[in-house]
Every structure is written in C-alpha cells, then in structure tokens.
C-alpha cells in the first residue's frame, strides 16, 4: 500500500512538473476563453511507427488539428477512459470532426508492436492513429512532452508488468503550434471540443 502511494504522489509531482515546464509566467496572456491550459509555441516533432510500418512525424498532420495522447494498450482504466473521452470529442464536433486527428503514442514499444497498435486503436474510433517505435524513439517523444513513464513488474518471473505513467492530453493546431494542456482529471469532451472550434475562429482557419 505504502509503494502504490508513493507511486501516485510521484506521478502527480511528475505532472505538476511536467506543467510548469510547457507552461511559463506570461504564457497565459493570450489564452482567451480557454478550457485547457494554455502553451500556444511550436510543437515538439518526433517520428514513429504507425500501424501500417509507415514513418509518421507531428507535421505531417498541419492543416488538421491534433489531439495527442500518451498510454499503452495494457492500460487497464486510464488510457481507455482516455480513449473514450477523445471518441466522444469527435462526436461532439460532428461534422467538423474531419479536421481533428486523434493521435496515441504507446509508450509500452515491447508489447504494442505495430500490429498489436492496429488491432487497438479502431476499437475505439476508426480514424484515430496509433504510433509506436523503438525504446529510444519512445523515450525521445515522451521527453519532448514532458511525459513520465516506468515499468512496474508484478510477480517474479518479469512477463507481468503495468506502466505507470502521466496522462496529460496535448492539443495541437493545425498551424502546428501546441496550443493547450490537458491534465487527466480534467478531461471533459464538450469543454475539449468548444476549445477546438474556439482555436479555429481565433486563427481564422475555421472550417
């Protein structure tokens, strides 16, 4: 019991640090009615591997705005519920939800191969992408996002394990800025959507 909480105090002080990193004095000045915690610089980039074999980077998604999310597919409770959430942003925005891409970064690369990402993902919304990649291009992505993880086994033998790891949601806009912040506990799909077509109207790329 003592270990778990541990755990969840370190993971909250993990976010709270994760936070202070993307968001510095002065940043909020132009934040407008936002939702979300607001950042509005450049996105950090990465490639990965989506669940076709093809290499995917952050640009290749200008022109769309992005809902980025961390987790893995062994995820018993958070990532789904994650997952859920952003299908339910799509549903929101309903027929502006084309211009929305829901993109996951595995941050388990041992167990979520490509294939294991392809049979994930669509469970959930048919048009969201999964990406996964090597241990060092995880780590590279997750680090650029101030995203937390480690492996937590159970039992001897090794085969077992959960990843404990920060949930914060990233939107980006279709300008490729990372715009807004996330943090689990405040997830709420009518408030996420109201934020996209907010972002469209202000950067006069509404469609």
Known sequence: MRRKFL???????????GLAYFVKPGDSKDAGPYYG????KDAPDFTLTDAKGNRVNIRDFEGK???????????PDICPTTLMQLNAVTQKLGKDSGG??????????ERDTPERIGEYIPYFNESFIGLTG????????????SVFYEREE????????????????FLIDRNGKLLLLYPFESFDADRIASDIRYARQT????Q
């Open 7 to 17: 755990v969840i105090l370190g993971a909250a002080l993990l976010i709270a640090a």
């Open 37 to 40: 915690i607001y950042y509005g």
């Open 65 to 75: 705005d992005v809902l980025l999310s961390f987790g893995y597919t062994s995820c």
């Open 100 to 109: 929305l891409q829901v993109v996951f970064v595995t941050i388990d690369p």
């Open 134 to 145: 090597s241990p060092d291009e995880i780590k590279k992505a997750a680090d650029a996002y």
């Open 154 to 169: 159970r039992g001897d033998s090794g085969s077992v394990y959960f990843m404990n790891h920060t949930q914060t949601l």
């Open 203 to 206: 950067n006069g790329a509404a």
